[in-house]
């Protein structure tokens, strides 16, 4: 049962990096399918639509929502449907979950915890090639965005009990895209995660 | 010229991990090398009686001396020629430096820079495998002993001008020997590092 968990920093490539790494591997990839099987197992279509509305989450777009956005009136009891599917998509194994607080919802499974991150400069550079066409954030609002989601990301781990997200402590591998390009590195990872799953 | 230098927690397994890397790449290694070199360019073997008298230097033994532990005295003259040694290795290429501020002292060169830690269980657990036999310290000297020496690394550190020895941020890979063998990743660590050298 073998359990690869990715953090990232807004911007770093980790999403990419992670999708990479789930065909590479032929794992089964986890990200925002998460938010909408407990959309689905809770019957809250609101949640969804809140998730996607980025008017009222200007700096959570649906590309960056973590669960931390949901209004209060839903969090806990998504939080606890979070944590059960979690825990079901673990016990099928051979997966990647991304963000979501796999890594510590998960602290009991055998998992392979990967946290990638990069420097401001590079993060800036990234966020604009993949920005969507009608997207036109000036630089000053990119910044924001940047830091407001990884400020979010915090917070939503120490809603978890956790208060060191991005601390390397609770990481096996940390790596840092700033200067590589994500395909560069994608089978020489897995490889070296391969080693930490015991195979 | 492919430079990799390599900063480690102490009992992190980071020097083993250096040394077969050295192997695996046919690298040539440098650390306790640099020392001596720093001695005989400044005709200073007091500096090396210093650094290898344990009874001076308790929680610096000659196993995990650094140029920091030198002597008032001695240390800015020695702190010159250091810098100048490491940067003449450097132009050598193909070499993995270890400790001694070199991925500081180098920061104008195209370097790989690694970061070797673990949890502190598995920190003493390491030390008391690599204990010499004449070597009896109980938990709580060994648990000083590893709070200490890291703790100087940390003050050499900033002597250099940098305030945040061992934060992720300042390397491209973070590696966690917490749950793994070193000689288990060597060769899939090696050809990752190979990528972002650029090979």
Redesign the interface.
């Known amino acids: 049962m073998c359990i690869i968990t990715i953090n990232r920093e807004f911007g770093s490539g980790g999403r990419e990096l992670a999708k990479r790494l789930a065909d590479e591997l032929n794992f089964t990839y986890f990200d925002k399918e998460i938010i909408s099987m407990v959309a689905k197992k809770s019957n809250s279509s609101d949640y969804i639509n809140c998730a996607t509305n980025t008017n009222k989450f200007p700096y959570t777009t649906s590309k960056s929502f973590t669960l931390y956005s949901a209004p209060q009136k839903y969090f806990t009891d998504m939080l606890v449907v979070e944590r059960k599917i979690i825990k079901e998509i673990a016990k099928q194994g051979n997966c990647i979950i991304v963000g979501r607080g796999a890594d510590v919802i998960l602290r009991d499974f055998n998992t392979v915890n990967i ?1 990638v ?1 990069s ?1 401001f400069e590079a993060k800036m550079k990234r966020c604009k090639e993949k920005a969507p066409s009608n997207e036109h954030l000036t630089d000053k609002e990119l910044c924001k965005q940047i830091k407001n989601v990884d400020k979010q990301r915090k917070k939503f781990y120490l809603l978890l009990g956790q208060d060191s997200w ?1 601390d ?2 609770n ?6 895209t ?3 390009e994500i395909k ?2 994608v089978s ?2 897995a ?2 995660i ?3 799953l015991g195979e």
Chains 1, 2 share one sequence.
């Not at 990481?171 to 840092?176: A, E, G, S, T």
Request: aromatic fraction near 16%; include cysteine; charged fraction near 25%.
């Open positions: 946290f991150y420097n991005g390397k402590e990481y096996d591998i940390c790596i840092n700033s200067n590589i560069e590195i020489q990872l490889q070296l391969k080693r930490y």
